[in-house]
C-alpha cells in the first residue's frame, strides 16, 4: 500500500512540477464551426443549408451562401475555447 501511495504522490508533485510547460487543448467541436480572422473577428457558417433548400426562394439560397460574423458576447467565449 505505500509504494501505490509514494507513486501518488510522485505523480501529483511530477503534475505541478510541469502544470507551466502543459498547453491548453483547443475545443475541436468549437475549431470545425468556427474560424477567427487575422484581425480578430468570429466567422461562422449559416445554419440551415444542408438540404430541402429546393423550396426557398432563390435569394434566400444565396444568403445562405455567406458567412455570418459574431458580434454577440459570445465571441469571447468561442476565442478562448480556440486557443492554438
Not at 507551466?20 to 468570429?42: D, L, N, P, Q, S
Amino acid at each position: 500500500m505505500a509504494a501505490k501511495t509514494n507513486y501518488t504522490v510522485y505523480l501529483l508533485i511530477k503534475f505541478k512540477n510541469n502544470l507551466e510547460e502543459m498547453k491548453i487543448k483547443t475545443r475541436k467541436a468549437v475549431a470545425k464551426r468556427f474560424k477567427i480572422t487575422k484581425k480578430g473577428a468570429v466567422i461562422a457558417r449559416t445554419a440551415n443549408q444542408d438540404h430541402f433548400n429546393s423550396r426557398e426562394s432563390g435569394n434566400k439560397t444565396r444568403q445562405k451562401r455567406l458567412d455570418k460574423q459574431i458580434v454577440s458576447g459570445i465571441k469571447k467565449l468561442i476565442k478562448r475555447q480556440l486557443v492554438k
